[in-house]
């Protein structure tokens, strides 16, 4: 394999590794503990690599992912004291752990290879240069097993306890009736983002591993409301990133993280605005036709209960109803021709009058509404 394809081999199951978990973290509205996390299981790295005296020691990800533990418990511990709100939280825990972090890299590792600006921003182009040799034979970059098994390890997961995670998310209370554990699940989760966190910092570093374990679940979630589908949009689109995010890096020859990260960004923002049913555009469409129904509605209403009424060319004269409904000329205009163009209304005498068509379709609105009410009450 080339190293271009190997770091994109790499990055794409980097970003799938990050959006499995990230799913469950955007759904459950905790999207900013990712950034914590990943930044707190550095002071993880650190201990662990004072306690064994080796960066390649497994337990290194054993520290990262127990401290990513402890960012989400004393976290919630703050918030749970009703003092602080769960963003303020995180905001005291996550500059102290990881400020904690820099400072013993800075003062007592001065001398190792455990730099904080490759942490922050990682260098894909040079996971190719990091080699698993098995036996005097070079099999390819440690990075690409190394996230292997943890994406396998994040499919296990979320494919073993997908009734659990899916449950636990939604209803915790539900849960806790059924038997389920919430608390053990809510933790296993951070586990898991903590571990995959840490096993993508070398090649990626911290940032674009929020912007995977983000940006592709969010996405994804403006795309559909099923939960499997979210999933694989999400990996999907995770892939996709990836890809394009590298092939933007060497074209412009720029930074391969930084350009992932961009393109995350740029893919999100497209979605947002052209999604087919969540998209800013379709919402805008559909908030405009909600304003327009609403005031057809209401004049067809308006001009159904003065019908036949003493008062009937006052209150729905062409010239006088604008007062009773106190709109423009210009958007009352607009509303009289649309419900002229589908036979609803004509106007008589500078009087506008129901079509026996808009009169019955008056009336079964009247009465749908009416309906509706009686039934939330």
């Known amino acids: 394999m080339s190293p271009q394809f190997e770091i994109q081999l790499i990055a794409v199951i980097v970003a799938v590794a990050c959006s499995l978990p990230g799913v469950f973290l955007v759904l459950r509205k905790m999207a900013m503990m990712s950034d914590a996390i990943t930044h707190t299981i550095l002071l993880g790295i650190v201990i662990a690599f004072f306690a064994t005296n080796s960066l390649t020691s497994p337990l290194l990800i054993v520290g990262a992912a127990i401290m990513g533990v402890i960012t989400v418990f004393l976290t919630e511990m703050l918030n749970s004291t009703k003092l602080v709100s769960e963003d303020s939280a995180i905001g005291i825990v996550f500059p102290l752990l990881f400020s904690i972090a820099i400072i013993i890299i800075s003062k007592y590792a001065g001398s190792v290879h455990l730099d904080t600006d490759s942490v922050l921003l990682g260098e894909l182009a040079f996971a190719p240069f990091n080699r698993m040799v098995v036996m005097g034979r070079d099999i390819g ?8 098994i943890i994406l396998i390890l994040n499919i296990l997961f979320i494919t073993i306890f997908f009734k659990e995670l899916k449950i636990v998310t939604f209803d915790p209370a539900l849960a806790a009736v059924l038997g389920f ?10 586990t898991v983002v903590s571990i ?5 910092f070398e090649s990626v ?14 996405t994804a979630y403006l795309l559909t409301d099923d939960l499997k589908h979210l999933i ?6 995770g892939a996709v990133n990836g890809i394009l995010g590298y092939q933007f890096a060497h074209f412009f020859d720029v930074s391969i993280s930084g350009s992932m990260a961009l393109m995350t960004g740029i893919i999100f923002a497209l979605v947002f605005v052209f999604a087919p049913k969540k998209g800013l555009v379709t919402t805008i469409r559909r908030r405009e036709f909600q304003k327009l129904d609403f005031a057809e509605k209401s004049l067809l209403f308006h001009i159904y209960n003065h019908e036949g009424d003493d008062n009937e060319c006052f209150e729905c004269g062409i010239n006088t109803i604008q007062d009773h409904l106190n709109w423009s000329n210009d958007f009352l205009s607009k509303i009289i021709e649309d419900l002229k163009e589908r036979n609803k ?31 939330s009450d």
Not at 142 to 147: D, E, P
Not at 196 to 200: D, R
Not at 210 to 216: E, L, Q, Y
Not at 345 to 368: C, H, M, V
């Open 141 to 148: 970059p440690k990075a690409l097993y190394s996230m292997g």
């Open 196 to 200: 995959t966190a840490v096993g993508a």
């Open 205 to 218: 570093g911290s940032i674009l591993v929020i912007a995977f374990m983000i940006g592709p679940p969010v």
């Open 345 to 375: 209304i004509f106007i008589e005498d500078n009087t506008i009058l129901l079509t026996d068509y808009g009169r019955q379709y008056a009336a079964e609105s009247y009465r749908e509404i009416i309906t509706g009410f009686e039934e």
């Open 181 to 190: 554990v919430p608390t053990l699940i809510h933790y296993s989760l951070m």
């Open 232 to 237: 694989f949009i999400s990996a999907g689109v």
